[in-house]
């Protein structure tokens, strides 16, 4: 089974670094440059891991997370695992992202080990247990 994932942030430079990962990790991915296109891409089909920066413009990641948790992309959408892509390292900042929703944090830069052990961390669970970190 090929796992698709999602990976919603506004800059190129990260795309790339992450889709190419997700790749090499054996996972189908797809882009998207902030929040209302990644709830578009969700409408489209489910997804089983989305990678999501926090702070984008147009729809941040926190909102975008909001309105996955609240179903409007569908009921498995809703229990997808969301990662938070961030820059930002103070705990404010992740507590704001696990109070929208999101599952846990990668922080920019990060390396092929760091997102191919927490991808596995979130693919490799039950889809029943929603723990957070």
Request: aromatic share 4%.
């Amino acid at each position: 089974m090929t796992f698709r994932v999602l990976v919603v942030d506004d800059n190129l430079i990260t795309q790339r670094i992450a889709a190419e990962s997700i790749k090499k990790i054996g996972c189908e991915c797809r882009v998207a440059d902030n929040g209302a296109e990644a709830l578009r891409e969700l409408a489209q089909g489910p997804f089983d891991l989305i990678l999501m920066d926090d702070q984008m413009p147009v729809l941040d990641g926190c909102e975008a997370t909001r309105q996955i948790r609240a179903g409007h992309v569908g009921e498995k959408n809703a229990r997808v695992p969301i990662v938070a892509i961030t820059g930002a390292i103070a705990p404010s900042d992740l507590e704001r992202c696990l109070a929208a929703g999101m599952n846990d944090a990668i922080h920019k830069p990060f390396s092929l080990s760091e997102l191919r052990a927490k991808v596995q961390k979130w693919l490799d669970r039950d889809p029943d247990d929603s723990n957070r970190l």
